[in-house]
C-alpha cells in the first residue's frame, strides 16, 4: 500500500500480557517514529529510528516497553507485562530525511488491557 | 530538551469565526515547522508548513505566522467552520531530521 500500516487495529489484552505492535512504513522512508497518545490527550513521543543510526529511546516511559526495526523496515513495539495504564492509540509514523520533511502517521493501534 | 509548547490546549469557537493556536520552541537549529491535523479515529495529517526564512505562508483560510527572534509560530484558522473541528498539532524539525511535537489542542467550532 502507499500509506503507513498498524496492525493490529485493535487489541483487548489481559494485564500482566505482553503485546506487540506492528509498523509498515512507507517504502524508502527511514526515519520511523512511535507515539501514544491517550484519550483526549496529546501526542506522547515513544522512539524515533533513523538509517542506520542508533535509536532515540529517550521517550520510553518504562523498561516493560521495547521497540526494533528490522532491515531498516517494518518495526515491532512491544509492552511487557502491560497495566492499565498501557491503554492508549500507539501511532507509527515514517519520513524521509531530506526536503521538507513531512511524517505520514498510520491509523494507530488502540490498546485496551483489561 | 527540545521541546515545542503549544497553547491552548482547548478552544472553542463560533461558526465564521478566527481560530488561533500558538507554539513556542527552544532550540534556534529548528528549521521547519509543520502543523498536523487530526479528526478522530484518523492518524494526524500535515495541514501547512513554514520555513524560517519567511514570516507567513497563507493557505486558503489557513495560516502560519512565524516570528523567528521571539521563537514562536502559531496557526490561524480565518472564517472557521464546524468542520475544521480537529486537534491540531504543532512540530518543529531538528538537525537530525527528527520532528519533535507539541501536545495538540483540541478545536471545536461551533455551528
Known amino acids: 500500500g502507499a500509506g503507513v500500516s498498524q496492525s493490529p487495529s485493535n487489541k483487548v489484552t489481559e494485564k500482566g500480557k505482553d503485546v506487540e505492535l506492528r509498523c509498515d512504513p512507507i517504502?524508502?522512508?527511514?526515519?520511523l517514529y512511535w507515539y501514544r497518545q491517550s484519550l483526549g490527550q496529546g501526542l506522547e513521543f515513544l522512539i524515533y529510528?533513523?538509517?542506520?543510526?542508533?535509536?532515540?529511546k529517550s521517550g520510553l516511559p518504562s523498561d516493560r516497553f521495547s521497540a526494533e526495526r528490522t532491515g531498516g523496515s517494518v518495526s515491532t513495539l512491544t509492552i511487557q507485562r502491560t497495566q492499565q495504564e498501557d491503554s492508549a492509540v500507539y501511532l507509527c509514523?515514517?519520513?524521509?530525511?531530506?526536503?521538507?520533511?513531512?511524517?505520514?502517521f498510520g491509523q494507530g493501534t488502540r490498546l485496551t488491557v483489561v | 530538551q527540545q521541546q515545542v509548547k503549544q497553547s491552548p490546549q482547548s478552544l472553542i469557537v463560533q461558526k465564521g469565526g478566527i481560530s488561533i493556536i500558538n507554539c513556542a520552541y527552544e532550540?534556534?537549529?529548528?528549521?521547519?515547522f509543520p502543523w498536523y491535523q487530526q479528526f478522530p479515529g484518523k492518524g494526524p495529517a500535515l495541514l501547512i508548513a513554514?520555513?524560517?526564512?519567511?514570516s507567513e505562508k497563507k493557505e486558503g483560510r489557513f495560516t502560519i505566522s512565524f516570528n523567528k527572534s521571539a521563537k514562536q509560530f502559531s496557526l490561524h484558522i480565518m472564517d472557521s467552520q464546524p468542520g475544521d473541528s480537529a486537534t491540531y498539532f504543532c512540530?518543529?524539525?531538528?538537525?537530525?531530521?527528527?520532528?519533535?511535537f507539541g501536545k495538540g489542542t483540541l478545536l471545536t467550532v461551533n455551528p
Open positions: 529510528f533513523q538509517g542506520n543510526s542508533a535509536p532515540d
Open positions: 532550540n534556534t537549529a529548528f528549521d521547519y
Open positions: 517504502s524508502g522512508h527511514t526515519a
Open positions: 512540530a518543529s524539525r531538528g538537525s537530525n531530521y527528527k520532528l519533535t
Open positions: 513554514i520555513r524560517p526564512d519567511v
Open positions: 509514523a515514517s519520513s524521509t530525511n531530506m526536503g521538507d520533511t513531512e511524517a505520514f
